[in-house]
């Protein structure tokens, strides 16, 4: 192709309202262009991209053996209703009504209608497993959109459901869409993670989120460098970090700590190891009546090290606040504390809670907490003799860099990432709500077990420069760059020579199935390569009179500092070499 056919539209600065480098670089590429909060017209430019991570997407869900489909972006409510997300999904949810005041949404996602599908098509264990996915423009109205593609309301995202008869098929159907999904992540020439994730109120043991790696990614990714484990922080296990409790070696004493009611400010005041003070943090649990009254409230008391953060995820796993909980009010806090939060401790309370341990607070001795009085704390407590052992000891806590692995296999460390697909074990969830069932070899009907997994296609491009970019712009990995190779003549408009050997070349890179572009707009140099360097094409052919008068042209990788002068008659060869390897 040449650029003359195409449509190139760069800037040199990028839209005051671009946060993130992504933003800022497929601005300034003439890949988006904004519409309207979070929704984008796709460039030329950018499409070619997207075109790209499709073609890889549908190649290895094919060969998974997944069929493709196209469910509408426009669904009945009446569906969504069946599965209660129409009231439940709240505000994300785009609801729109018809001429006829009948209800719809604009699809975040195709579980009900997939399921709809399968009910109606899939009657007999004999068709089953199966693996439905489509390629679709999604919309989730988010209250504040931002990070251009990253964070957007309009999206693009391939994702597939499977459906099994029971619950060694859906695993077997899980794994194959894993492998698939690494296949796919590999290809893309990506750094990525395959990371344990939370299952939420699902349940289940199967979830995975693959997470490209990116300094400025939202979500925080626990490994272990010298294991194979790997999980988000959500899921990340904390391990105890004292194997077993010491015995008590002090007496409790009352320590005046005027003004420090952080755990960090105390031990600074005491000369203590931060390490050796615990932080109280209140949670509450309401149950309700038939009318959606509070007919009684819980309170709890989380003991987690000072050093070390709550995490809500692992905290609402406990049993009793897996209903759901909120934090303490500060009436509820002082009635039964006797005393405003920064002085808390689960020493002489007022009135009982239950008292939840994090692992390694259940093995500290000798700890600082709060006294439940303003301007104190306590000194030298131990389980046992100050006060009753914990009423639970649970892992509640997010882990830290250097933490032992769950593995047992090294320590941890922690990167950021940026989330780009899932992949779920359902169960009966979506089945069970709509009678999704399928006749077993004795004709009784049973309950379809499902699956789905997601990639979110225009996410990858604002991870992958996320991942890849330069002072200069951006670096596509080869696979899915807008194009593989640009040559830069200069002087095409003004030399024979010049024009003949660059189409010539042209003409050799297409026949082989490069997909090359031929800058012809007769571009300064300076302008032309910024161009392409902004653009981030991985391989740059310049051809000018003086090199081939030489017999030479150069080539220049785009992570490449300098240019390698090449025979022209060689270029061809080492061009598709550069590719294929």
């Known amino acids: 192709m040449k650029a003359s056919q195409f449509f190139i539209s760069t800037l040199k600065e990028a839209p005051a309202d671009a946060e993130v480098v992504s933003h800022q670089l ?74 006829h005041d009948r209800d719809f949404i604009i699809q975040p996602t195709s579980e009900e209608v997939v399921t709809d599908i399968a ?3 899939l009657r007999s264990y004999k068709q089953l497993p199966r693996n439905f996915y489509h390629i679709q423009t999604k919309f989730r109205d988010e209250r504040r959109p931002r990070f251009g593609v990253m964070r957007g309301r309009e999206f693009t995202m391939k994702d597939a459901y499977s459906f099994d008869r029971d619950e060694a098929g859906a695993t077997r159907s899980y794994e194959a869409m894993f492998a698939a999904y690494k296949r796919i992540f590999d290809r893309f020439g990506l750094e990525y993670r395959a990371v344990a994730a939370d299952t939420g ?24 460098p010298t294991s194979d484990y790997a999980a988000n922080i959500e899921l990340a296990e904390g391990v105890a970090l004292l194997s077993v409790r010491a015995a008590a070696g002090a007496v409790m004493a009352k320590t005046s700590t005027p003004g420090k009611s952080t755990c960090a400010d105390v031990a600074a005041l005491l000369g203590l190891p931060l390490a050796q003070t615990v932080k109280s943090l209140v949670l509450a649990t309401d149950e309700l009546d038939e009318h959606g009254d509070v007919k009684k409230t819980t309170v709890w008391l989380l003991l987690l090290r000072g050093d070390h953060d709550m995490n809500e995820v692992k905290a609402g796993k406990v049993e009793g606040l897996k ?54 704390h306590l000194t030298g407590v131990n389980w046992g003799r100050d006060l009753p052992e914990p009423d639970a000891v649970v892992d509640i806590r997010n882990v830290v860099e250097g933490d032992p692995s769950p593995d047992g296999k090294g320590v941890l460390a922690i990167q950021r990432g940026i989330e780009v697909g899932h992949v779920f074990f359902l169960g009966t969830k979506y089945s069970k709500a709509m009678n999704a069932n399928y006749l077993d070899e004795t004709g ?24 890849n970019h330069d002072a200069r712009g951006i670096i596509w990995p080869i696979s899915i760059a807008p194009f593989q190779v640009v040559l ?53 052919v310049v051809l000018s009179d003086r090199g081939l008068k030489e017999g030479l042209l150069e080539m220049q990788g785009r992570r490449e500092a300098e240019a390698q002068k090449i025979a022209v008659a060689e270029v061809g060869a080492v061009v598709k070499a550069r590719l294929s390897a």
């Open 323 to 376: 209903g759901g909980f909120r934090f303490a009010t500060l009436a509820e806090i002082e009635e039964h504390f006797g005393c405003k939060p920064g002085y808390l401790g689960p020493v002489g309370l007022r009135k009982p809670v239950k008292v939840i341990a994090d692992r390694t607070v259940a093995n500290m001795a000798d700890f600082v907490c709060g006294a439940n009085e303003p301007d104190f």
């Open 26 to 99: 497929m601005m300034r590429a003439g890949m988006i262009k904004r519409l309207g909060a979070g929704i984008y017209n796709y460039m030329p430019m950018g499409l070619r991209v997207i075109r790209k991570v499709e073609g890889i997407i549908r190649e290895e869900m094919n060969r998974a053996g997944a069929v493709e489909l196209l469910m509408p972006v426009v669904q009945p409510a009446e569906l969504w209703q069946e599965t209660g997300r129409f009231d439940k999904m709240g505000p994300e949810l785009m609801r729109v009504k018809d001429r």
């Open 119 to 121: 009910r109606q098509e």
């Open 488 to 540: 830069c003549p200069i002087g095409y408009d003004r030399s024979a020579d010049v024009k003949v050997a660059a189409d010539a070349l042209h003409d050799e890179l297409a026949a082989a199935g490069i997909d090359v572009l031929l800058d012809d707009r007769g571009e300064r140099p300076g302008a032309m390569f910024a161009d392409w360097e902004l653009i981030g094409v991985p391989l740059r």
């Open 201 to 224: 109120a699902i349940g289940g043991d199967l979830s995975h989120e693959f997470q490209v790696i990116a300094e400025t990614g939202e979500d925080a990714i626990v490994y272990c």
């Open 444 to 467: 009784k009907p049973q309950l379809m077990q499902m699956g789905c997994y997601g990639i979110g296609v225009t996410r990858i491009l604002g991870a992958a420069i996320e991942q």
